[in-house]
């Protein structure tokens, strides 16, 4: 393995590791606290396109099943689903450049 497949490990896993922790808190009000403070680690380091790749590809992996979860819910356990964050990270990933 290459030090920067290592690297994109590393970073992979640690998305995944959060979305674990988001998931274990799936009807915590804290879920959307959760997403925005992944979105300002984000924005503090230098995201480059391999991150940038390993991040929509997670939150595609998890887009349709997620979606059809949260649509099938009722109402009042839509407000801390877990696609909420995933939508609050794809808007904010189209809004980078690299």
């Known amino acids: 393995m290459t030090?920067?497949?290592t690297q994109i490990y590393?970073?992979?896993s640690a998305l995944?590791?959060?979305?674990?922790?988001?998931d274990a808190r799936y009807y915590s009000s804290d879920?959307?606290?959760?997403a925005d403070d992944l979105l300002k680690e984000l924005e503090t380091g230098a995201m480059h396109?391999?991150?940038?790749?390993?991040?929509?590809?997670?939150?595609?992996?998890l887009w349709r099943d997620e979606k059809k979860h949260f649509f099938e819910s009722?109402?009042?356990d839509r407000?801390?689903?877990?696609f909420s964050s995933l939508k609050i990270l794809n808007d904010w990933?189209?809004?980078q450049t690299f």
Request: hydrophobic share 40%; aromatic share 4%.
């Open 49 to 61: 396109a391999e991150e940038f790749t390993a991040l929509k590809t997670t939150i595609d992996y």
């Open 74 to 76: 009722e109402k009042a």
């Open 79 to 82: 407000t801390n689903h877990i």
């Open 3 to 5: 030090k920067k497949d």
């Open 16 to 22: 995944l590791d959060r979305l674990e922790e988001i």
């Open 31 to 34: 879920l959307v606290a959760e």
């Open 93 to 95: 990933l189209k809004l």
């Open 10 to 12: 590393h970073i992979v």
